[in-house]
């Protein structure tokens, strides 16, 4: 089976949606044991400059359906941002993977030259199809979605960390054994999946 530009990205970025919502069981299990507010966890931040995990968990969802819909040339659609339990945000994951379960290979494979504009903070992107989804779209989709994991405390954390990390490599090595050029005949290495989980992870 050749590995196109689907491939690349609808398979992980179901999995990141779907591990997300395993997180987001165990952070509310977490809460419920310990008799904390829900309301405290979602909107926890681990420092002042960043995003409460109920921004994390828009921001994820955001970045899934926005990818697939511009590598497909389609429009993307805007949810609201109101969110204000963990059952709402499930709804959203699960809202976003219906979406992104509705493009089939055909829609997305070939769109490595495509050209794609969004607007970031108020500054005008623009990319190719390949570059956009190997070198914006999976890092900042899948790398940075571990954070919301030490929303749970310590033995949730490595608990999720686990579930996050474990089911993100399986995904990748069941898709590619590496991130690779999807050019056939320039293939290169450009990230190896981790052997050893980090040390916030242990």
Known sequence: MSFGMYQASVPALLSMLKNLTAILDKAEAYAAERKIDPEVLLNWRLTPDMFALTRQIQIAADFAKGTTARLAGKEVPKYADEE????ELKARIAKTVKFVEGFAPKDIDGSEGRDITLTVGGQEMHFKGEPYLVHFALPNSISTRPLPTQFC?????????????????????????????LRPRNRKVIRKPATKPPIWAM
Do not use: D, I, M, Q
């Open 153 to 181: 405390g310590a033995a949730a954390s490595r608990s999720a960390s686990a579930t996050f990390l474990g089911r993100c490599e399986r995904a990748l090595t069941r898709h590619a054994t590496v991130l690779v050029s």
């Open 84 to 87: 204000k339990s963990f059952a």
